[in-house]
């Protein structure tokens, strides 16, 4: 018996040493999505988090893996993956969490075989495999990070070492870790903060001590020159490099590279005051800015946890939702302006359009419920359920409505299609003719949508002159509108024909 577990085991490490580097191709590391991937794993990525959105992590894991697999440098995939992993873990219990870590130990022994035999991507994928499974392991996590740095991909250790540090905040040997590779990433205040803690946790290590002054004194050079405008702080800095990173540091806002310090400076607000609540929304508001919606919407869910009596907040982990999806879609159009021939492609992007549909029509209908008196939401609600074809519920979301308010001509050019598309053409006129008559431009683009929008009432009443006449109004302001060149013809042309 012992004999055939040798023959499996070395057959194992024999299949092992045979991968090869090559079978994962795309080691550079991407923080931002879809730059520098290829369109197939852009359209997997897509599917992924589309999946993740929905709350289908069953499936959404797996395909994020899959991209891993290829891509092990790409970290908005992995931040993706560690965010669904959390959602699904917090549904089972501590049998089911036993469970995943027995399950998941083979992957665990996969990882240090392929680290021995320097197979640092393959390693990390197995180790990922193994988290999806158990993902509170810190020795896990350090083992994925440690490789991660020795394929160059240091954004990716870092975010692999802060997700350990969130796990236990007082393991000295992940602080340490923490703070050298920010240290090497130009972030001398982080990395002065983390040696410190790691230090008091380990008052007896003189050389841990040590450290902690050195990276003090550094982050004290940075604190009192990076403000001097003379320019004089250059010379204080010995490390060109370090110098550069400074000046890229103090660049004008608005550049990705900005957006990125701002979040860094306040990720380490949040770390050194985790109950603040105004850090933890300064942060959220950055990711925001920076077009990161799932991170946006985990700190301001943190935010509403903080303050469970805002209701803005919740409304605001809404909003990035509402966000992720239009940028999902984007996306998903981008990929099929680039692949059209891709029908199952295409196929899943109707589907998410129609899911985006639905999350919106709910989205309003709480916030609606919450402050009915909002006619702005009303507005909102009504327009989705107009787009959905849910059209009595729309009519009478538009009718709540105040329409002598600011909203009032919109409302009735809303209310104008409803009536239309339910098969009422006379009500439909006179909304349109009752938003122009409390007009007083005629010209500008709501003046011209009304007319149009009245000429199509009263072609299918039959009113061939009147719609000619509402035609006529917008041809002689802009020719080219529309289609309205070929519908005043049509309609001039059966005017006799009415007579």
């Not at 879809?34 to 997997?44: I, N, R, S, T, V």
């Not at 075989?113 to 640092?120: A, D, F, I, K, S």
């Not at 703070?179 to 903060?193: C, F, K, Q, S, V």
């Amino acid at each position: 018996m012992l004999s055939s577990w040798g023959e499996r085991i070395g057959s194992r490490l024999r299949r092992l040493r045979r991968l090869r580097p090559a079978s994962v191709p795309f080691l550079a590391e991407i923080t931002s999505l879809p730059a520098g991937m290829p369109l197939g794993l852009q359209a997997a990525l897509s599917r992924a988090e589309g999946a993740a959105l929905r709350g289908d992590y069953d499936h959404a894991i797996p395909a994020f893996l899959r991209v891993l697999s290829r891509m092990p440098g790409n970290l908005w995939a992995r931040k993706r993956l560690r965010d669904a992993v959390t959602a699904r873990r917090r549904g089972r219990g501590r049998l089911g969490r036993l469970v995943g870590h027995t399950c998941g130990q083979p992957h665990r022994v996969r990882m240090v075989v392929l680290g021995w035999l320097g197979r640092h991507a393959q390693a990390m994928n197995a180790g990922e495999a193994y988290l999806v499974r158990a993902p509170a392991r810190v020795g896990v996590l350090r083992r994925v990070a440690f490789h991660a740095e020795k394929l160059g991909l240091r954004h990716t250790a870092m975010f692999t070492l802060d997700g350990a540090r969130q796990i236990d905040r007082h393991d000295a040997d992940v602080l340490i870790e923490l703070a050298e590779l920010a240290h090497e990433m130009d972030r001398p205040i982080r990395a002065a903060r983390l040696m410190k803690h790691a230090s008091e946790l380990r008052p007896s290590d003189r050389s841990l001590a040590r450290r902690a002054v050195d990276l003090a004194a550094a982050r004290a050079i940075i604190d009192g020159r990076l403000h001097d405008h003379d320019g004089s702080w250059r010379e204080s800095l010995a490390d060109p490099a370090t110098t550069e990173a400074l000046e890229r540091d103090r660049r004008a806002e608005g550049t990705h590279h900005d957006r990125q310090i701002v979040v860094r400076a306040r990720i380490d607000a949040v770390e050194a005051d985790p109950g603040n609540l105004e850090a933890v929304r300064r942060l959220a508001e950055a990711y925001r800015e920076s077009e990161d919606w799932d991170s946006a919407a985990k700190w301001y869910r943190r935010a509403a946890d903080l303050d469970p009596t805002d209701f803005n907040l919740r409304v605001k982990v809404e909003e990035m939702r509402r966000a992720k999806y239009r940028q999902l879609i984007r996306n998903g159009e981008r990929i099929l302006e680039q692949d059209p021939g891709n029908t199952d492609y295409a196929a899943w992007l109707a589907g998410l359009k129609a899911e985006f549909a639905d999350f919106e029509i709910d989205h309003f209908r709480r916030r609606v419920a919450a402050c009915p008196a909002d006619l702005d939401l009303r507005y909102e609600l009504g327009s989705r359920l107009f787009d959905a074809g849910v059209l009595d519920e729309a009519v009478r979301e538009f009718q709540q409505i105040d329409l002598t308010g600011r909203r009032g001509r919109a409302a009735r050019l809303m209310l104008g299609r409803c009536f239309l598309a339910q098969g009422h053409p006379d009500l439909a006129a006179h909304q349109y003719e009752r938003a122009l008559d409390e007009k007083t431009v005629l010209d500008d683009a709501e003046a011209l949508d009304l007319l149009y929008r009245l000429g199509e009432a009263r072609e299918a009443l039959g009113d061939h002159a009147a719609a000619a006449h509402a035609y006529g109004r917008v041809y002689s302001v802009d020719v080219a509108y529309r289609d309205i060149a070929d519908r005043l013809n049509t309609a001039r042309a059966r005017v006799p024909a009415t007579a």
